[in-house]
């Protein structure tokens, strides 16, 4: 009987991924600028698997072996799939903004990276006042195709997007999360024109920043503030005093 529910564990994992190439044929919905290896679009279901499985080797092949790999991939799927913004269960959410967005090879359709944005109040336990800001997480792309420009095609869209997203123009800020030892990452957030911000600046703590991190080691807050239109421009003092 164990033997049997290893098996079917494994097959529903199986599963799960072997739906990835679905979607190749169908039009995008969100495309980044062309490029002959990838493109960027909105993520679907289809999708989320696949983007599991990268999720996991960034997070958690340091400290999994064959089994545990598999368990925290197929976790990292169902909590996709959980939040992903066409799921009717996730309608009444307080995350105003959410979209997930994937990197695919041009030729296969294979997913290769992956990000998401949505809008929360990034305190753990002070929760920064319950104010929502826009925040980007789950970035990771393929370690096969990693220097293609695809992290920064990704964080470009995740901007795109918050920019579209009027209702959140009182603040015109996107923000994230990087281990104070990844100084690669910090580069790459501060050539895009991401700085540190203080916590406290935004009524937060240290232990706010660092609360529900799938990574080990400190955390530091990064933010990179936005443009907005004109049609948003108009709008902002009325959004400002329902805070």
């Known amino acids: 009987l164990r033997l049997k529910k290893i098996a079917a564990f494994f097959v529903a994992a199986f599963i799960v991924e072997a739906t990835c190439f679905v979607a190749t044929t169908e039009t995008t919905l969100t495309t980044s600028k062309p490029s002959t290896d990838y493109f960027v679009r909105d ?129 015109n800020r996107l923000y994230l999360r990087v281990r104070s030892c990844n100084d690669a990452a910090i580069r790459l957030y501060k050539s895009l024109g991401y700085d540190e911000v203080d916590p406290t600046s935004i009524s937060l703590t240290k232990e706010d920043i660092n609360s529900n991190s799938l990574e080990e080691g400190e955390l530091v807050l990064l933010a990179k503030d936005l443009p907005i239109d004109d049609e948003c421009d108009d709008r902002c003092d009325v959004e400002l005093t329902n805070i």
């Open 43 to 171: 993520a679907l279901v289809v999708h989320l698997g696949p983007a599991a499985r990268i999720l996991t080797e960034e997070f958690y092949s340091a400290r999994t072996n064959f089994i545990t790999f598999q368990i925290e991939k197929l976790k990292t799927t169902l909590s996709l799939e959980s939040t992903y913004p066409g799921n009717t269960a996730n309608a009444k959410s307080n995350r105003r903004l959410q979209q997930m967005f994937v990197a695919c090879d041009s030729k296969t359709g294979e997913v290769v990276g992956f990000a998401e944005v949505d809008a929360r109040p990034l305190g753990g336990t002070s929760g920064g006042n319950g104010i929502n800001r826009s925040y980007m997480y789950n970035l990771a792309v393929d370690k096969n195709w990693k220097r293609k420009g695809i992290a920064t095609e990704l964080i470009s869209a995740c901007e795109e997007f918050v920019i579209d997203m009027h209702e959140l123009c009182a603040e």
